[in-house]
């Protein structure tokens, strides 16, 4: 496959050469391409899902990646983890009011609070929720020293507090690291070499099916593919049970399945 891709010697390849590959073989690009290729082997319509990732790196702009089913994963990703530290947060502030309590810490906590219900406000709209949560600064902890206080729960209190901190840290230099349209430039510059990885992806598994057909053999995903076909069919864009699939709802009262793979 790749011997072919060097005889056409397109733009596209070799710029997808130039962002992959290390070194002076192409040992990191083969073992890209049979990743992707185990991992699309895993969907029940692989060659679908192929043309899903070809159709998604093409005309990248602001507007698609905002309306993109990634952004939305990760933007309810965002909020997930936001929630998760609003409740310690606000375990915290129950901690500071109890009688032995670290109560210097509560306007600390309180403000805390403010800063995460201010970042799941806008959790909806990534530019917005970039420019907060990029700015977001925590205050310092109140030094004041109370030997009434239990020091169980001053540092309970405080490994609260760090966590959160530190999870804010994780989300922005995971997924906010950059200027949006600084991103878009990112974005467009990896979709080229993407939609390239993704057309050789498909061509290879094109090849090996061909391969193994002309050996008449399969190996575990075509079980797995080849029985999807018989026991399903496409009807205006949906899959519904096939007549086979229908027989055997009929025939069978229960199927017990021992095995997660089963």
């Given at each position: 496959l790749l011997e072919e891709c060097y005889e056409e010697g397109t733009e596209e390849f070799f710029h997808f050469v130039e962002t992959y590959s290390s070194g002076n073989n192409d040992k990191k690009i083969e073992e890209l391409i049979e990743k992707v290729y185990s991992f699309t082997m895993s969907f029940p319509m692989p060659e679908r899902y192929l043309e899903e990732c070809l159709l998604a790196t093409q005309n990248v702009d602001e507007q698609s990646v905002l309306n993109s089913p990634l952004m939305a994963y990760l933007l309810d990703y965002v909020k997930k983890v936001l929630t998760g530290l609003l409740d310690s947060l606000e375990s915290g502030l129950k901690i500071t009011e109890q009688a032995d309590g670290p109560y210097m810490y509560g306007k600390t906590l309180e403000k805390d609070i403010e800063l995460i219900k201010g970042l799941l406000a806008v959790c909806g709209d990534y530019k917005l929720l970039s420019a907060k949560i990029s700015n977001a600064e925590f205050s310092r902890m109140s030094g004041k020293s109370d030997d009434t206080v239990s020091v169980y729960k001053k540092d309970?209190?405080?490994?609260?507090?760090?966590?959160?901190?530190?999870?804010?840290?994780?989300?922005?230099?995971?997924?906010?690291?950059?200027?949006?349209?600084?991103m878009i430039s990112s974005e467009q510059y990896a979709a080229g070499a993407l939609n390239t990885m993704f057309s050789l992806v498909k061509r290879y598994l094109e090849k090996l099916r061909e391969a193994k057909q002309e050996k008449n053999i399969i190996d575990f995903n075509d079980m797995e593919h080849y029985a999807l076909q018989i026991l399903l069919k496409e009807e205006n864009g949906v899959f519904v049970p096939s007549k086979v699939a229908r027989d055997y709802q009929s025939y069978f009262a229960e199927i017990i399945v021992d095995e997660y793979q089963d």
């Open positions: 309970c209190v405080s490994t609260i507090r760090k966590d959160v901190k530190d999870g804010i840290k994780k989300l922005q230099e995971k997924f906010f690291f950059e200027d949006f349209s600084d």
